[in-house]
């Protein structure tokens, strides 16, 4: 029996595929009996930060992982593709379709048991069985503190979450829809006059945030800094970042001061994500201050934004390059608790892991993938860097921006 612990997208990646094949899946998911503090629902593969999956374009890193995860079979990405809403250059989701066909579907799967209890520690060894900890940067406490008597302590960093808005309540007369750099009407933009900006970076260094138990700036991740991090790292860092008016120059011509983006969270636009406004403020100040954006002056906000810490272990000390445990061979890691930092990285790792736990079935030697592939190299760059930071698919990865490999590696992994 194939036991996966976690249905978020890595887990619902490697249950899915296993299904497939022919194998029996107990599926374990702790919500709704016990809350995770970021979920919201009990559906599988819920998005819990953005509603982007990143880009589409095969010349960005993200955007050649996601064509070889098509190329290999992925049917998390495949859903995401069916429930893709406009997002310009990137894949945009509507998060309630998404996970609900996710949900959907592996409930469906004959040979797929969904338990929906917490699962505090792995039984002891046997022949018939083998484990995946897919539980992703929410881990229970009870499995974290089994998991660090057995391969020592995990490490983590603190992520945010950016809020959500009601697209009626935003006033349409002080915005404008327009894509960056190029045609479309996919982005809501606020923009914002250099009074306006220095007035709402003022008051974002000065609002309250939420105490959080062993914060450090030094472990807040690159791509996730709260926006009120960001406001006080430098006058501009700003519109150098998250409100960067590049690409989006008013009828007149003139490039705005500052920019705020909104991107669609829904199919029928009736919600708003706030773009990189990540943010610990407390959730009356998050009401007061950006609300001091002109055209959110009366904007209601229907999911406040907050702060959470990640946790993950460091593969080379604990697991071999195919993410399974080095002190027993019925156990697997996958998604972002090995490491990988991003909603198509963590899908990567699931279908990784799917490839081997079915060639172990099938008596066959796990497999890396081609060091030239995203995938590969992404893979082998967390199973093996000492000191592991939560690492996104970059080209800095690879030695050569080779698309032809996704073929043969179709081919090499063919079961």
């Known amino acids: 029996m194939i036991h996966v612990i976690g249905g978020g997208l890595a887990g619902s990646e490697i249950t899915y595929q296993v299904a497939k094949a022919g194998y029996n899946v107990v599926l374990h998911e702790m919500r709704p009996n016990v809350k995770t503090g970021v979920h919201k629902t009990d559906k599988l593969a819920e998005l819990v930060c953005s509603n982007s999956l990143k880009s589409k374009n095969i010349k960005n890193a993200s955007g050649l992982l996601k064509k070889e995860l098509e190329e290999i079979g ?17 894949l945009v989701v509507d998060r309630e379709g998404f996970s609900n066909e996710i949900t959907r579907t592996i409930e469906s799967m004959p040979n797929v048991e ?39 302590e995990s490490a983590h960093f603190f992520d945010a979450v950016a809020p959500i ?25 606020c923009p914002l006059n250099r009074e306006e900006y220095i007035q709402f970076r003022e008051a974002l260094i000065d609002a309250k945030v939420l105490p959080i138990e062993g914060f450090d700036r030094k472990l807040l991740f690159s791509r ?19 409100l960067r008016p590049v690409g989006l120059n008013g009828s007149d011509g003139k490039r705005f001061y500052a920019v705020v983006q ?9 919600l708003y994500n706030i773009v990189g406004f990540q943010t610990r403020l407390k959730w009356s100040e998050q009401s007061r201050v950006f609300r001091m954006i002109p055209a959110l002056k009366n904007v209601e906000i229907v999911r406040y934004g907050i702060m959470h810490a990640n946790t993950y272990i ?15 061979k019925d156990l697997f890691f996958a998604g972002q608790i090995t490491g990988v930092e991003g909603y198509v990285e963590s899908i990567a790792s699931g279908l990784y892991v799917a ?46 921006n080779n698309v032809d490999n996704v073929f043969s590696m179709k081919e090499m992994i063919a079961l």
């Open 74 to 90: 992925s049917f998390v990405l495949e859903v995401a593709k069916h429930n893709a809403i406009p997002g310009g250059k990137a």
């Open 114 to 152: 969904i338990v929906r209890e917490e699962v505090v520690r792995i039984p002891a060894e046997t022949e018939n069985d083998i484990w995946v900890i897919a539980t992703g940067p929410a881990t229970s406490s009870e499995l974290y503190s089994w998991m660090s008597d057995e391969f020592g």
């Open 165 to 189: 808005v009601k697209a009626d309540t935003i006033d349409i007369s002080k915005a404008f829809f327009a894509n960056r750099y190029e045609e479309g009407t996919d982005y809501l933009n």
């Open 224 to 242: 996730c800094q709260p926006i009120e991090e960001i406001a006080r790292s430098g006058v501009d860092s700003m519109r150098f970042g998250p």
């Open 262 to 270: 909104l991107r669609r969270d829904n199919s029928i636009g009736s």
């Open 314 to 328: 460091e593969p080379h000390k604990v697991t071999d390059e195919f993410f399974r445990a080095k002190n027993r």
């Open 355 to 400: 490839v081997n736990i079915l060639r172990v079935l099938m008596g066959k030697v796990p497999i890396t993938f081609p060091g030239e592939s995203m995938i590969g190299a992404l893979m082998n760059y967390v199973a093996h860097t000492p000191d592991l930071k939560p690492m996104y698919a970059n080209f800095g990865l690879i030695d050569k």
